[in-house]
């Protein structure tokens, strides 16, 4: 479901105010980790990118909270992220409680420092 929001906050700000939550530290990692990255709305959703290149992004979806990683990270660390819905460049979180933002943060991090091009 793409959103109409004109930024980050008004697109966090149309969540349920439990899913606020996890939209707001996912938003707060990405700031935080992801230097001299423009932050973006860009398919209806954020998202965080370097030389006009979309490398991460985050949606609400109807049953889950999806993390993108665009860049070859996710198969690097599919071992951390046993017992969630992953696809290639994809992580669903359809259990909040089952969003480990170490793990998140991991991912970020090797997102920064991968030399791979995103896909």
Known sequence: MQSKAKDVTAYIQEATPERQVYLAK?????????IGYDEVM????????????IEV?????????????????VRAN???LSGLS????CIRFSNLKKMD??????????????????C
Do not use: W
């Open 78 to 80: 599919r071992d951390l």
């Open 101 to 118: 933002m170490d793990v998140v943060r991991k991912l970020l991090e090797d997102t920064v420092k991968s030399k791979s091009p995103a």
């Open 26 to 34: 996912l938003r707060e990692l990405c700031l935080e980790v992801m």
């Open 42 to 53: 860009a398919y209806g959703m954020p998202g965080y990118q370097l030389h006009g290149t």
């Open 57 to 73: 992004g985050f949606a609400n979806q109807k049953h889950y909270i999806a993390l993108y990683i665009l860049k070859d990270v």
């Open 86 to 89: 992953v696809g290639k460049g």
